[in-house]
């Protein structure tokens, strides 16, 4: 199984909101793989798109291009990225945004739209990025080895002048980080 856990800490009545998920075992399934490694990539294109300028719905739409796909090629969702991505059909497992807000809430306040447009990110802006797939142990429509799965990661950034800063670059992230801290643990407990 995978253990998920999205936690924060409060240092100076500033919040924090990280997830981060782990196989119980220590080393992921092929299956567990698949789907970490495409909510990775989607968490990349996110940040990618964190910078002066772009708008705060960029990220979101970066998470549902390359979950789409992703899911797509897996075998998880069938037919045409676009057609999906504009019936939504990628919300069966990626049911919410890609981010919010972060500062002295863990969900802070702060508008997404301004005048009904999408606001603009400003250096200085900090914000959680989480991309997540989600499949259903009851989900029939897809073949049994990838019911049950789930995976979330989550970290925060700040907007910088020239892009973002990840401010929870230090928590282990991919695949080969987790499992090493995984055994590493293991060992100490030993
Ligand atoms: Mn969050």
New binding site residues.
């Given amino acids: 199984d995978l253990v998920l856990i999205?936690a924060?800490c409060e240092i100076d009545c500033y919040a924090s909101?990280?997830?981060r998920t782990f196989p119980v075992s220590g080393r992921f399934s092929p299956e567990q793989k698949a789907i970490y490694e495409l909510v990775l990539k989607a968490q990349a294109a996110a940040f990618a798109e964190i910078a002066p300028g772009k708008h705060w719905n960029h990220a979101h739409e970066a998470t549902v291009q390359v979950i789409t796909e992703g899911l797509v090629e897996l075998g998880l969702l069938e037919g045409e990225v676009q057609a999906l991505i504009d019936s939504e059909a990628y919300r069966a497992f990626y049911m919410h945004r890609a981010?919010?807000w972060?500062g002295m809430d863990?969900?802070d306040v702060g508008e997404y739209k301004v005048g009904g447009e999408w606001r603009v990110l400003e250096p200085g802006m900090a914000l959680?990025v989480?991309p997540g797939i989600y499949i259903g142990a009851d989900n029939q429509a897809v073949a049994k080895k990838w019911r049950g799965i789930g995976v979330r990661i989550?970290d925060d950034v700040v907007v910088t002048r020239q892009g973002c800063e990840i401010l929870t670059s230090g928590v282990p992230r991919t695949v080969a980080e987790i499992e090493a801290l995984m055994l590493a643990a293991r060992k100490d407990a030993a």
């Fill in positions: 999205d924060g909101d990280i997830t981010g919010h972060l863990v969900h959680t989480e989550e």
